[in-house]
């Protein structure tokens, strides 16, 4: 690659970053604000690749449903959890750590490709 595609790169990386950050933010603002949080119990932690923890969690009519966790947990058997609950249909639930990554990693897509926009804007500056 030559020093002059560098940073047209820099910035194409960068803005892609940046535009896939600003999506996925405006998709976690999906889950609406009636669902209720109701504990949950971690039943198995996966295998930290292809198989999903499980969470397993009490609807009011009694019955226990569950939910999958991250790949990638920092659980143990047996931990409480929180779990994000529709009202209307209990069967749907999320796990509410799962959101609080999604946020987290939507802050480093943000960041990682505003840092890139600049830099790449910077370097096409000073070469040129």
């Known amino acids: ?3 002059s595609l560098f940073p047209f790169g820099l910035l194409l990386v960068g803005g892609w970053l940046v ?3 600003l999506r ?7 889950v609406p604000t009636d669902w209720r949080r109701v504990p949950g119990t971690v039943i198995d932690v996966g295998d930290g690749a292809k198989v999903p923890s ?3 969690y009490r609807i009011p009519d009694g019955r226990r449903l569950r ?8 659980f143990a058997v047996g931990d409480e959890v929180s779990v994000l609950l529709d009202p209307a249909d209990p069967r749907r639930a999320r796990l509410d750590v799962t959101e609080q990554e999604a ?3 939507v802050r480093i897509l943000l960041a990682t490709g505003g840092v890139l926009v600049v830099a790449g804007a910077v370097i096409g ?4």
């Open 67 to 74: 939910v999958p966790g991250p790949l990638a947990t920092p």
């Open 103 to 105: 946020v987290r990693l």
């Open 1 to 3: 690659m030559s020093v």
């Open 54 to 56: 499980r969470i397993e």
């Open 125 to 128: 500056i000073v070469l040129l």
């Open 19 to 21: 535009w896939w950050g």
């Open 24 to 30: 996925r933010r405006r998709s976690l603002g999906r």
